[in-house]
């Protein structure tokens, strides 16, 4: 199994900074890709990145340019440049390992305008 904690979250002002870290422990051997999602109050969860074991990166349209992920062992990192209001939202990061997602428990992301 694989465990995660995220932390990171926080009010940010518009056009503002955050960076999200969210480190694994367990089988974290087996971990084939790493990645966020977000769910905005009465909104489906959506993926905002993702990257895998080997390096490749995957984003949603409505973030890149602003977003990017990365990897340092065990914690990936999502740095979140020129929040929008839009951006607010719980953010969830999330493993995919033996063909099971694991999720952490959300960290509260907030853009006031």
């Known amino acids: 199994q694989v465990q995660l904690v995220e932390s990171g979250g926080g009010l940010v002002q518009l056009g503002g900074s955050l960076r999200l870290s969210c480190a694994a422990s367990g089988a974290i051997f087996t971990i084939y890709s790493m990645g966020w999602s977000r769910q905005a109050p009465g909104k489906q969860r959506e993926l905002v990145a993702t990257?895998?074991?080997?390096?490749s990166t995957n984003f949603a349209d409505s973030v890149k340019g602003r977003f990017t992920i990365s990897r340092d062992k065990n914690t990936w990192y999502l740095q979140m440049n020129t929040l929008e209001p839009e951006d607010t939202a719980v953010y969830y990061c999330?493993?995919?390992?033996?063909?099971?997602?694991?999720w952490g428990q959300g960290t509260q992301v907030t853009v006031s305008s």
């Open positions: 990257i895998t074991s080997g390096g």
């Open positions: 999330n493993a995919l390992s033996r063909g099971i997602r694991y």
